[in-house]
């Protein structure tokens, strides 16, 4: 073969391998699909109120559609130490407007009030647990869409049953919302720390991870099973769960393993029989707190959506890049993912609104601010699944 037949044939098949590139990355752009460009809303802003720093969201939508967004008003610092109020804002017209701030639970001298777990039940009750201290743990309930709150209950009790198992030094549930399941059951994931010394700022870690659940609309609250301690899955704490159409009940799970991915353990009824922890490659594990929430679909396996800072080509792995991703086959693989916010980016939880709108509430920093504020974003879900 002489020579300028060799040189044709070479491009001949350079085209073909860029031809083949090409439609490779135009296939994992279809996946990838743009960044969502609706414009944030501030919901709870450093500069409105007294607070140093808004942190650990937590949003739920009731039956009637009002959105109530939970968080810890940390008063001279952002520190999870902080001396802090369990803080709230409604609104009634979709998230475009709030009202006045809401102290739902106020601190009592100089200890954090934190985790705010919110479940809205099939009932229209709004069931919420939260910790004080990280020693205590209280229920409160609302059956007027956030307007008032019932007195807290001291539930200490429920987390003190697991301590002839687990000698816990830190409690807390969630945070971010929960669920009632299909079945009745109201189950909140929780977490606890073991740590190595008290000290005025107990750690937060070694820790393990387990759900409590009320059976009676949240009357009264028992223990359920701890995760399996799975050697090299380090530190489980802040947990999101969702059922599946099967009924299972699937923990989606932070960690602090080398792996740098989310955990995932199923249970049959939500409380006991946990599968050893899993890694899900397709969602990276910044070490941040993340949220996870369904999406009906009739007649098929329901969706799930997942938003957490997806930093992992960011170096040194920053919570950045606040990622959505979607799931057409109950959290197996996650198929197409859109960013919502490329910056300063922390926790962050989803809501579904009765007319399908998503909902995702997130932390996030303005340039030159050094207090964490919360925005909101809404959404239509249908351009992600017109992407799988």
Same mark, same amino acid.
């Given at each position: 073969?002489?020579?300028?037949?060799?040189?044709i044939?070479?491009?001949?098949?350079?085209?073909?391998?860029?031809?083949?590139?090409v439609?490779?990355?135009?296939?994992?752009?279809?996946?990838?699909?743009?960044?969502?460009?609706?414009?944030?809303?501030?919901?709870?802003?450093?500069?409105?109120?007294?607070?140093?720093?808004?942190?650990?969201?937590?949003?739920?939508?009731?039956?009637? &559609?009002?959105?109530?967004?939970?968080?810890? !008003? #940390?008063?001279?610092?952002?520190?999870?130490w $902080? @001396?802090? *109020?369990?803080?709230?804002?409604?609104?009634?017209?979709?998230?475009?407007?709030?009202?006045?701030?809401?102290?739902?639970?106020?601190?009592?001298?100089?200890?954090?009030?934190?985790?705010?777990?919110?479940?809205?039940g099939?009932?229209?009750?709004?069931?919420?647990?939260?910790?004080?201290?990280?020693?205590?743990?209280?229920?409160t309930?609302?059956?007027?869409?956030?307007?008032?709150?019932?007195?807290?209950?001291?539930?200490?009790?429920?987390?003190?049953?697991?301590?002839?198992?687990?000698?816990?030094?830190?409690?807390?549930?969630?945070? &971010?919302?929960?669920?009632?399941?299909?079945s !009745? #059951?109201?189950?909140?994931?929780?977490?606890? $720390? @073991?740590? *190595?010394?008290?000290?005025?700022?107990r750690?937060?870690?070694p820790?393990?991870?387990?759900?409590?659940?009320?059976?009676?609309?949240?009357?009264?609250?028992?223990?359920?099973?701890?995760?399996?301690?799975?050697?090299?899955?380090?530190?489980?704490?802040e947990?999101?769960?969702?059922?599946?159409?099967?009924?299972?009940?699937?923990?989606?799970?932070?960690?602090?393993?080398?792996?740098?991915?989310?955990?995932?353990?199923?249970?049959?009824d939500?409380?006991?029989?946990?599968?050893?922890?899993?890694?899900?490659?397709?969602?990276?594990?910044?070490?941040?707190?993340?949220?996870?929430?369904?999406?009906?679909?009739?007649?098929?396996?329901?969706?799930?959506?997942?938003?957490?800072?997806?930093?992992?080509?960011?170096?040194?792995?920053?919570?950045?890049?606040?990622?959505?991703?979607?799931?057409?086959?109950?959290?197996?693989?996650?198929?197409v993912?859109?960013?919502?916010?490329?910056?300063?980016?922390?926790?962050?939880?989803?809501?579904?609104?009765?007319?399908?709108?998503?909902?995702?509430?997130?932390?996030?920093?303005?340039?030159?601010?050094?207090?964490?504020?919360?925005?909101?974003?809404?959404?239509?879900?249908?351009?992600l699944?017109?992407?799988?």
């Amino acid at each position: 073969m002489n020579l300028n037949n060799i040189v044709i044939k070479s491009k001949i098949l350079c085209c073909i391998f860029l031809l083949g590139s090409v439609m490779i990355s135009s296939a994992y752009a279809q996946k990838h699909i743009e960044k969502e460009e609706s414009k944030p809303i501030p919901v709870l802003e450093t500069s409105d109120h007294p607070y140093s720093s808004l942190r650990i969201p937590a949003l739920a939508v009731t039956q009637k &559609g009002t959105l109530l967004a939970f968080a810890a !008003g #940390r008063i001279d610092s952002g520190s999870d130490w $902080a @001396d802090m *109020d369990l803080v709230m804002r409604r609104s009634v017209d979709g998230g475009n407007t709030w009202q006045a701030l809401q102290v739902v639970a106020e601190r009592e001298g100089k200890t954090p009030v934190d985790n705010p777990t919110p479940i809205v039940g099939k009932d229209g009750t709004v069931h919420l647990i939260y910790q004080r201290d990280y020693a205590r743990a209280f229920y409160t309930s609302s059956t007027d869409d956030g307007k008032t709150w019932s007195a807290a209950k001291d539930i200490t009790g429920v987390f003190d049953a697991f301590k002839d198992e687990y000698d816990w030094k830190v409690l807390a549930p969630g945070p &971010g919302h929960s669920i009632q399941l299909t079945s !009745g #059951r109201l189950i909140v994931p929780v977490w606890l $720390a @073991d740590s *190595d010394v008290e000290t005025p700022h107990r750690s937060h870690r070694p820790s393990r991870i387990a759900t409590i659940y009320s059976d009676d609309n949240g009357i009264t609250w028992q223990r359920g099973a701890l995760i399996p301690d799975v050697p090299g899955f380090t530190n489980p704490s802040e947990t999101m769960a969702v059922e599946l159409s099967d009924g299972r009940v699937m923990l989606n799970i932070r960690n602090e393993s080398t792996e740098r991915r989310r955990g995932v353990s199923y249970s049959d009824d939500g409380i006991s029989g946990w599968t050893a922890p899993e890694y899900v490659d397709e969602l990276f594990e910044p070490i941040c707190m993340a949220t996870i929430v369904r999406v009906d679909n009739p007649g098929v396996s329901p969706y799930l959506l997942f938003v957490n800072p997806d930093s992992k080509d960011i170096p040194k792995h920053p919570r950045r890049n606040l990622t959505i991703k979607l799931s057409a086959d109950e959290g197996k693989t996650w198929s197409v993912a859109r960013v919502l916010n490329e910056g300063v980016s922390g926790y962050s939880d989803l809501a579904m609104g009765p007319d399908g709108t998503v909902y995702c509430l997130y932390e996030t920093r303005k340039e030159n601010s050094k207090g964490v504020s919360l925005y909101l974003k809404k959404f239509d879900v249908q351009p992600l699944i017109d992407a799988l």
